[in-house]
């Protein structure tokens, strides 16, 4: 087990240095000469080189590097240019709703895709079955978009539930409803893959020998697809929960924007539309380094669910 | 095949041509369900539309006409705007025909590059055994990050604009044609020709685009075309975000964002863009599954 976090951390090392070059190269282009802000408007050009030199500017791209890498690691990751607040305080504000409305969603649409996938399992190639497969490649299909505009058109346009911002936290009343809305057009387009990952998996394990004994022993058919095929089928289930993260969070990020939801990923694109580099930078890097510790989270957890993954 | 003087190379072409009924044979599985042949034709007119949208358009999409702006669907004010106008006063049928030839168009650029670099990648993989490895192990990489982040991250850097949006789709096109060439190359390595071309002196890049290369592309291109759907999905959400297409240019995705501030009191302005991605993907979805069950063998019962 501990070998298999190894090799998966030694997988993801690659990965993360790109990402931080990435963050290194947007702050690269900025604008503005740093050396010039800190000197202030009335330096003279004396002045600004020493600074320039006291700043570590005139050396070599890399050292630069090294020394961007040793302020990451310890969580300085400069000034957003438009609210001059510490960027990692900005994150801060923003994460704590970003996961909020991804649990939300998985939280509906989770159990919402098994039921549905066990139940087209259950009844193949029944109309039951062609419907839920029906509705799972539309959701597949379909802008995350048209469905938070369509919501906010009928929905929220009537009045019934809002949907512009984050009201509270979402224990609170006021907080539970605003986030309905967004949770809902996140979740719309997660319930169709878990759907049909769930119907594929549990057609396999029905046909399994182990479904056939218990069958063959009396047991009811739904208890034989409950209790003993659809445990064995959460493990790809679960898998795909976890590769779809990044699916979710490409979701996220668009329902966040729609939904005026203060998360990370209305934060990223705003300060990519606003040029506000230092903020763009860190917003990507939460969002990379999030992204690769839920991964590596999933994958641990699959090993744990299934011991021949560590194991080969 | 009992001609003794059979060459090399009509080897090749009777391996080409079974290679070939094998994919017809695919194709007919596919279209022989209804909802896949819908989707096909669907797909066809979809297409053609695009390409001929400069002659077929009945208004300039970007000639704008304040005296009907957001004039609803069957207006008599706006009698020749079947469906509609635009918040510019602008036609809303020219402007989807001019939006689904960008955003197709986009999406069709950026699979050709990305899915060409990844067939690259794949046929090397399976050609260069010492690659194999480093190669793959790159394709999981940027398999599992999502494509998103690719978009945002080069936006950032090299600002948006449609030049970002290309290469962003481009990079998250890359892997899983890769991985498809990958396993179309390999199979044609075991084959005996590949070892009888070598035999008569053919050098790497003769055996890779000659053997490989020739007999894997109708497999990589039927993966690249269903990979359409979820470029064009990526690539509309990303200007939709604003960090693609930028208005006034008519792309379908940059189109929904635009009329999303008219939602209550013209929904057509952003509704129709918005059905028209989802179409579109859906029938590009519609078939893919269809290919996938018939070509695997062990759902097709």
């Not at chain 1, 087990?1 to 690269?28: D, E, T």
């Not at chain 2, 053609?48 to 008599?76: H, K």
């Amino acid at each position: 087990m501990a070998r298999h976090i190894a090799q998966r951390l030694m997988i993801s090392f690659p990965v993360l240095l790109g990402v931080l070059l990435i963050g290194f190269l947007l702050l690269q282009v900025v604008p503005t000469d740093p050396a010039v802000v800190v000197a202030g408007p009335t330096a003279t050009k004396a002045e600004i080189d020493s600074i320039r030199q006291e700043l570590g500017l005139n050396e070599p791209l890399w050292i630069q590097f090294g020394r961007y890498l040793g302020r990451v690691l310890q969580l300085d990751l400069g000034r957003s240019m438009i609210s001059n607040r510490p960027v990692v305080d900005e994150i801060a504000l923003t994460l704590w709703p970003t996961v909020e409305l991804m649990l939300a969603c998985l939280l509906w649409a989770v159990p919402l895709g098994i039921t549905l996938g066990t139940l087209a399992a259950r009844r193949r190639g029944t109309l039951i079955d062609r419907a839920i497969m029906a509705l799972s490649v539309m959701g597949v299909s379909v802008p995350v978009f048209w469905v938070g505009l369509l919501l906010i058109q009928y929905v929220g346009g009537a009045g019934l539930l809002p949907f512009q911002g984050r009201d509270g936290p979402i224990w609170s009343l006021s907080g539970f409803l605003s986030i309905v809305l967004p949770a809902v057009t996140l979740g719309a387009v997660f319930v169709g893959p878990v759907a049909r990952m769930t119907r594929t998996s549990l057609l396999e394990t029905l046909g399994a020998d182990y479904v056939r004994t218990a069958r063959a022993k009396g047991a009811s058919d739904w208890r034989v697809t409950i209790r003993h095929a659809l445990r064995n089928a959460m493990i790809p289930v679960v898998t795909l929960v976890g590769l779809q993260i990044g699916f979710l969070l490409g979701g996220s990020i668009v329902t966040e924007t729609m939904f005026a939801w203060p998360g990370v990923g209305r934060m990223a694109v705003g300060a990519i539309t606003s040029s506000d580099f230092p903020l763009a930078q860190g917003a990507i890097l939460i969002l990379a380094v999030g992204f690769m510790v839920i991964n590596l989270a999933v994958d641990v957890l699959y090993a744990y669910l299934d011991p021949r993954i560590a194991r080969s | 095949m009992t001609d003794a003087t059979l060459s090399l190379q009509s080897d090749a072409d009777q391996r080409a041509i079974a290679a070939l009924r094998r994919k017809n044979a695919v194709w007919r599985r596919i279209l022989r369900d209804p909802a896949a042949a819908a989707a096909a034709l669907f797909l066809f007119l979809i297409v053609a539309a695009a390409i001929l949208a400069p002659w077929i358009a009945p208004f300039d999409p970007y000639a704008s006409n304040m005296r009907l702006r957001l004039c609803p669907i069957g207006s008599d004010r706006c009698a020749a705007y079947l469906l509609g106008a635009d918040n510019q006063g602008r036609d809303m049928v020219s402007r989807i025909l001019f939006g689904l030839r960008a955003t197709l168009g986009i999406g069709v650029l950026a699979v050709a590059v990305g899915g060409g670099l990844g067939a690259l990648i794949g046929l090397s993989a399976a050609y260069f055994k010492r690659l194999d490895q480093p190669l793959m192990r790159l394709v999981d990489v940027l398999l599992s990050f999502p494509s998103i982040l690719f978009g945002l991250a080069i936006a950032a850097v090299l600002g948006t604009g449609l030049f970002s949006l290309v290469l962003a789709l481009s990079i998250a096109a890359i892997p899983s044609i890769a991985r498809i060439a990958r396993g179309a190359a390999q199979s044609i390595m075991q084959q005996e020709y590949m070892e009888a071309g070598r035999a008569v002196g053919l050098g790497d890049g003769a055996l890779i685009w000659r053997y490989l290369a020739l007999n894997c592309w109708p497999t990589i291109l039927i993966y690249m075309t269903l990979q359409l759907g979820q470029a064009i999905l990526l690539g509309a959400a990303l200007s939709f975000l604003g960090l693609g297409a930028q208005p006034p240019t008519a792309e379908l995705g940059s189109m929904a964002a635009d009329g999303r501030k008219f939602l209550t009191i013209a929904p057509h302005v952003s509704t129709l863009p918005c059905a028209a991605i989802f179409l579109v993907v859906l029938a590009f979805n519609i078939l893919g599954d269809a290919l996938r069950d018939a070509m695997d063998p062990k759902l097709r019962q």
